[in-house]
C-alpha cells in the first residue's frame, strides 16, 4: 500500500494540537481525501491496530504518555460551491470557509472567523459562537462507517444535534469526511464586516497562550434553575442569561481562579472559562485544575460543570 510509506511510528502530537500537550502516537499517518483515508483504515484493519481520528486539535486535550494504535490526522483543504452550498472535505479550516463564504456573498459562517479547528471536527462538537453553531448550517454529512465498511451520507436531523453534542460523539464508527453546508445569499461587505468584528472581539478578549477553547460547556438556563433555583434568578436579574444559557466563564471568575496555576497550566487571566499552558503544562496539570474548578462550582453554587473539551 502506498500509505504505508507515509506511516510514521513513535510519533509526537505535541505540534498537532493547539494546547501544545501531546502524546506519543505508535502509529501516525496525514491523509487528505478519501483514497489516503481508506487505504490508512485498511491498514490499521490489517494490523487490528485501533483507529484513532484527530482532527484540527483545537478542543483536545491528549491525557496519555503513549497511543496505541493509528492516529489518523484529517487535513487538507479542498470545497466546491453550487449556488448557496458549500460543500467541503473534513479537514478545511473553520476560519477558511468563513473567508470563502464572504467573498461569495454567503451568510451563516461570520461567527467562525478566527476559531482554530476544521469543518469535520466542529460538526462533531457542533462548534459555535455568538449564539450560532454548526446544527443552523449544516445540510448534509459525509462519513465512513468503519462496521459497514462503507461511505453514508447523513442527513441534518440525524445528525442529531445538541448543544456541543451531536451523534458523531455517540457513534464513533462514523468518520466525518466531507460536510456539506447551506448559506444564505448576503452582501458579501457585510459578511466581511461582521466576521472582522468578530475575529476582533476573539482577539482582543481571548488569552494567546496555547488552550484547548473554552474548557467548560456554557450552563442552561433551565438546568441551572432546577438544581439552584435562586441562583438562577440573581443571574438572570443581573442580565447574565444570554440565549438561555449562562457563561461558565463568569461563574469561575465569581470564584477569584483566574490566574490559578498547577504545574504549567493555568486559568486564564483573560478569561476564566480557558486554561491556558504557560510552558510545560502536562495532562495531569490540566486535569487537576478542571477538577479543582469542579470541585469549586459544586461546592459554592451546587451545581455541575461539565467539560466542553474532549479527552483524547
Same mark, same amino acid.
Given at each position: 500500500?502506498?500509505?504505508?510509506?507515509?506511516?510514521?511510528?513513535?510519533?509526537?502530537?505535541?505540534?498537532?494540537?493547539?494546547?501544545?500537550?501531546?502524546?506519543?502516537?505508535?502509529?501516525?499517518?496525514?491523509?487528505?481525501?478519501?483514497?489516503?483515508?481508506?487505504?490508512?483504515?485498511?491498514?490499521?484493519?490489517? $494490523?487490528?491496530?485501533?483507529?484513532?481520528?484527530?482532527?484540527?486539535?483545537?478542543?483536545?486535550?491528549?491525557?496519555? *504518555?503513549?497511543? *496505541?494504535?493509528?492516529?489518523? *490526522?484529517?487535513?487538507?483543504?479542498?470545497?466546491?460551491?453550487?449556488?448557496?452550498?458549500?460543500?467541503?472535505?473534513?479537514?478545511?479550516?473553520?476560519?477558511?470557509?468563513?473567508?470563502?463564504?464572504?467573498?461569495?456573498?454567503?451568510?451563516?459562517?461570520?461567527?467562525?472567523?478566527?476559531?482554530?479547528?476544521?469543518?469535520?471536527?466542529?460538526?462533531?462538537?457542533?462548534?459555535?459562537?455568538?449564539?450560532?453553531?454548526?446544527?443552523?448550517?449544516?445540510?448534509?454529512?459525509?462519513?465512513?462507517?468503519?462496521?459497514?465498511?462503507?461511505?453514508? $451520507?447523513?442527513?441534518?436531523?440525524?445528525?442529531?444535534?445538541?448543544?456541543?453534542?451531536?451523534?458523531?460523539?455517540? $457513534?464513533?464508527?462514523?468518520?466525518?469526511?466531507?460536510?456539506?453546508?447551506?448559506?444564505?445569499?448576503? $452582501?458579501?461587505?457585510?459578511?466581511?464586516?461582521?466576521?472582522?468584528?468578530?475575529?476582533?472581539?476573539?482577539?482582543?478578549?481571548?488569552?494567546?497562550?496555547?488552550?484547548?477553547?473554552?474548557?467548560?460547556?456554557?450552563?442552561?438556563?433551565?438546568?441551572?434553575?432546577?438544581?439552584?433555583?435562586?441562583?438562577?434568578?440573581?443571574?438572570?436579574?443581573?442580565?447574565?442569561?444570554?440565549?438561555?444559557?449562562?457563561?461558565?466563564?463568569?461563574?469561575?471568575?465569581?470564584?477569584?481562579?483566574?490566574?490559578?496555576?498547577?504545574?504549567?497550566?493555568?486559568?486564564?487571566?483573560?478569561?476564566?472559562?480557558?486554561?491556558?499552558?504557560?510552558?510545560?503544562?502536562?495532562?495531569?496539570?490540566?486535569?487537576?485544575?478542571?477538577?479543582?474548578?469542579?470541585?469549586?462550582?459544586?461546592?459554592?453554587?451546587?451545581? *455541575?460543570?461539565?467539560?466542553?473539551?474532549?479527552?483524547?
Amino acid at each position: 500500500m502506498q500509505i504505508e510509506k507515509q506511516i510514521k511510528k513513535n510519533f509526537d502530537l505535541t505540534p498537532f494540537t493547539t494546547f501544545r500537550i501531546g502524546g506519543q502516537a505508535e502509529f501516525f499517518v496525514i491523509v487528505k481525501n478519501k483514497e489516503e483515508l481508506l487505504e490508512a483504515i485498511k491498514w490499521a484493519k490489517a $494490523k487490528r491496530a485501533p483507529i484513532n481520528i484527530l482532527a484540527g486539535g483545537s478542543n483536545v486535550l491528549i491525557v496519555r *504518555k503513549k497511543i *496505541k494504535g493509528l492516529v489518523i *490526522k484529517i487535513a487538507g483543504e479542498h470545497y466546491n460551491i453550487k449556488k448557496n452550498y458549500l460543500s467541503c472535505w473534513a479537514g478545511t479550516g473553520l476560519t477558511k470557509l468563513a473567508k470563502i463564504s464572504a467573498a461569495e456573498g454567503l451568510t451563516g459562517m461570520e461567527w467562525s472567523f478566527g476559531i482554530p479547528g476544521s469543518a469535520g471536527g466542529a460538526v462533531r462538537g457542533n462548534a459555535g459562537a455568538y449564539g450560532l453553531d454548526m446544527s443552523s448550517v449544516v445540510a448534509e454529512v459525509e462519513a465512513y462507517d468503519l462496521i459497514k465498511n462503507q461511505f453514508v $451520507k447523513i442527513n441534518r436531523q440525524a445528525c442529531g444535534f445538541s448543544y456541543r453534542g451531536s451523534a458523531f460523539k455517540k $457513534k464513533n464508527n462514523l468518520l466525518i469526511v466531507q460536510v456539506k453546508l447551506k448559506l444564505a445569499k448576503g $452582501k458579501s461587505e457585510q459578511i466581511k464586516n461582521l466576521s472582522r468584528k468578530n475575529f476582533n472581539h476573539r482577539f482582543e478578549t481571548l488569552p494567546k497562550d496555547p488552550s484547548a477553547g473554552c474548557v467548560f460547556k456554557n450552563l442552561q438556563y433551565k438546568d441551572v434553575a432546577k438544581e439552584n433555583k435562586q441562583l438562577a434568578e440573581d443571574l438572570a436579574a443581573k442580565g447574565l442569561v444570554r440565549g438561555g444559557k449562562i457563561g461558565a466563564g463568569y461563574l469561575i471568575d465569581q470564584l477569584r481562579l483566574k490566574g490559578k496555576k498547577v504545574g504549567g497550566a493555568e486559568v486564564s487571566g483573560k478569561h476564566a472559562n480557558f486554561i491556558v499552558n504557560t510552558g510545560k503544562a502536562r495532562p495531569k496539570d490540566v486535569i487537576k485544575l478542571i477538577n479543582l474548578i469542579k470541585r469549586k462550582i459544586k461546592h459554592k453554587y451546587k451545581i *455541575k460543570f461539565e467539560e466542553e473539551i474532549q479527552y483524547f
